[in-house]
């Protein structure tokens, strides 16, 4: 079963500053990997699929890149929107399975 | 564009079994191609996935639950279910249903419904 570790756990930026959350995942895998941004009481929202590609409606402040293991989710300039909690998920093919990361909180 | 809507079964006693349906509105369910995913979320915790079902009927579970969990659809309804059997306080989460797309999304899930509370207590 595939691990995904996400780091750091919580990351304390301020508005307009750069962020970079990572993923790494424990067995070389696909570029089945997706990141979304979860915020209390809503349902999670997907930013990022296939590894590096936006999603509809997504600002292109955020971007993705990595392969293989590793994974990451960089925010270019941060809004005070952005402040929420991050996860990476990655689809393995067999067994069929997703796994999520534990998520990264970015904190002001 | 598909959305989608959870049930609302509220509080469930320990040892019960969860039933959850989600309604898919605005494409059909019998349409090929859509993993439809059950996904949870423990009380200030991440996300966990539950398993899906393809609109042929195949099922996949995680293996940490998959004893317990059993997915099917109603095409005719345009909904799936998911059971979770012998309930415990630590089956109280936030449950959501979400389509992935094998295909355009690289298995993302790109639609989620809004999620639905379930507390198992006495």
């Known amino acids: 079963e595939t691990v995904m570790t996400q780091s750091p756990a919580t990351l304390s930026v301020s508005p307009g500053e750069r962020a970079t959350l990572s993923c790494r995942a424990s067995q070389i895998g696909s570029n089945n990997l997706a990141w979304y941004q979860a915020k209390p009481g809503q349902a999670p929202r997907l930013l990022i699929y296939g590894a590096s590609t936006r999603a509809n409606g997504v600002p292109a402040r955020f971007s993705g890149s990595g392969s293989g293991t590793e994974f990451t989710l960089t925010i270019s300039s941060l809004q005070s929107e952005d402040f929420a909690i991050y996860y990476c998920q990655q689809y393995i093919n067999w067994p069929p399975m997703y796994t999520f990361g534990q998520g990264t909180k970015l904190d002001i | 564009q598909v959305e989608l809507q959870e049930s609302s079964p509220g509080l469930v006693k320990p040892s019960q079994t969860l039933s959850l349906t989600c309604t898919v509105s605005?494409?059909?369910?019998?349409?090929?191609?859509?993993?439809w995913n059950w996904i949870r979320q423990h009380p200030g915790k991440g996300l966990e996935w539950i398993g899906y079902?393809?609109?042929?009927?195949?099922?996949y579970y995680n293996p940490s639950l998959k004893s317990r969990v059993t997915i099917s659809v109603d095409t005719s309804k345009n909904q799936f279910s998911l059971k979770l059997t012998s309930l415990t306080a630590a089956d109280t989460a936030v449950y959501y249903c979400?389509?992935?797309?094998?295909?355009?999304?690289?298995?993302?899930?790109?639609?989620w419904g809004q999620g639905t509370t379930v507390t198992v207590s006495s």
């Open positions: 979400a389509v992935g797309d094998p295909g355009d999304y690289y298995y993302a899930m790109d639609v």
């Open positions: 605005g494409g059909a369910l019998s349409t090929g191609g859509y993993y």
């Open positions: 079902i393809y609109y042929s009927g195949s099922t």
